[in-house]
């Protein structure tokens, strides 16, 4: 009996410690840790659950103030509040930030299972004499591409729970970017590149590499871009990624902005109304005619939209004195425009950007470039972050030691005083 007694204690503690290892081992890797995902390109791109920014930390009107990692974590940390899920960058090697970025995000990750962000790493590429008053279009600029690409490859190996697309170049190639245009081939050889190292398996798989470039440049209305080159390399990328800007169009391909003179008996606001929705329709007309030349051509790929947005304020081509167009309730209307129909197509789109960032613009604090961001410098949200601020979404979210809060104080009769409708047209017989 004695031993029967032993026997049965024995087996009464070797249960108890099975139970207690197996309870800790659940909660240590089961039960309560949250599932941790790593996605594929594939699976990110086109859903409507992993909206996409573009984001530049810079807060200073010089590129040589690089935002600090306590800086990048504040910005992360609002974007992630506001339900954003991949961010695109624009250099590699040249700046510090890209690689900042990253770091921040693996240590917000590690603090929080949960947090969740993917990166469109860009690698710049640039001609020969590029930012010259002599560019030579017909080279590039070899070690200077070589280190972005190198970097980019780097960052992407350490990086691949985060790191999800490369980006080989950024308007690199359409004609209008004169400091520092390349043509296709130049792309294609890195494309190339970056690919190998995924067919080798020294890149994930699931990396997906593009270049993001102006609508016209992917074959879209001007056919003075349409050439073999231009066609290996919408072979070799994974997806095309587009540029289109309703609002520089306003200036440089108008026609789609002027208003008939019949909206003249239209109050302001229904007139503004108008215009916007003329800019998605001008920005869905650049999306297909780069579907089309596609098609044209027997390739079949994802076509994403790489960048678009619409500047806020101007004291260049684009405000009262120009074409009308910067402001916030316009800056929303499009967004507004844009995300129905991208999510109705099962689409992405970068949007520009974030916050402003006055080094665009250095030496004009008005101009439009320094103002495409959702949040000012000043830590104020912008009208298309009205909602979200509603929502308490940023309650307690400080950038700059500033609480955000609403631009106008959330007063949009206010907003629309400082808002233009677009022109009207003139009828030839009108006179003054």
Known sequence: MAQLAKWKHRMLNLGLNFLVCSILYCSLFSCSAPEVKNLAASEILGNLNYPALCYGGYRSNSRKIEPSKEELKEDLIILSALGIKILRTYHAAEFGQAENLLKV?????????????????????????????????????????????????????SYPDIVKVIAVGNESMVHWAASYFVHPEVVLRWVNLVQSLKSKGKLSKDLWVTSSDNFASWGGVDSSYHNASLLELIDAV?????????????????????QPDSNDV??????????????????????????????????????HIGETGWATISTDNYGHNGTNAADEYKQRAYYLGMKNWIDSIGVSCFFFEAFDEPWKDARNTSGSENHFGWIDIEGKAKCILWDQIDQGKLNGLKRNNIEITKSYNGNLDSMLLYSSAPPIKVLENDTL
């Open 105 to 157: 995000i693996s240590e917000l990750k590690e603090d929080n299972p949960n947090f969740e962000m993917y990166v469109m790493l860009g690698a710049w590429i640039e001609c020969k004499n590029a930012w010259t008053d002599l560019p030579d279009h017909t080279l590039e600029n070899f070690e200077k591409n070589k280190n972005e690409v190198r970097t980019a490859i780097r960052l992407a190996t």
């Open 238 to 258: 994974d997806y095309v990624s587009i540029h289109t800007y309703p609002f520089h169009d306003t200036h440089y391909d108008g026609e789609f902005w002027i």
């Open 266 to 303: 239209l109050i302001k606001k229904s007139q503004i109304d108008f215009g916007m929705a003329k800019a998605v329709e001008h920005a869905q007309s650049q999306f297909s005619s780069v579907k089309s030349f596609m098609q044209e051509n027997g390739i079949k790929k994802p076509i």
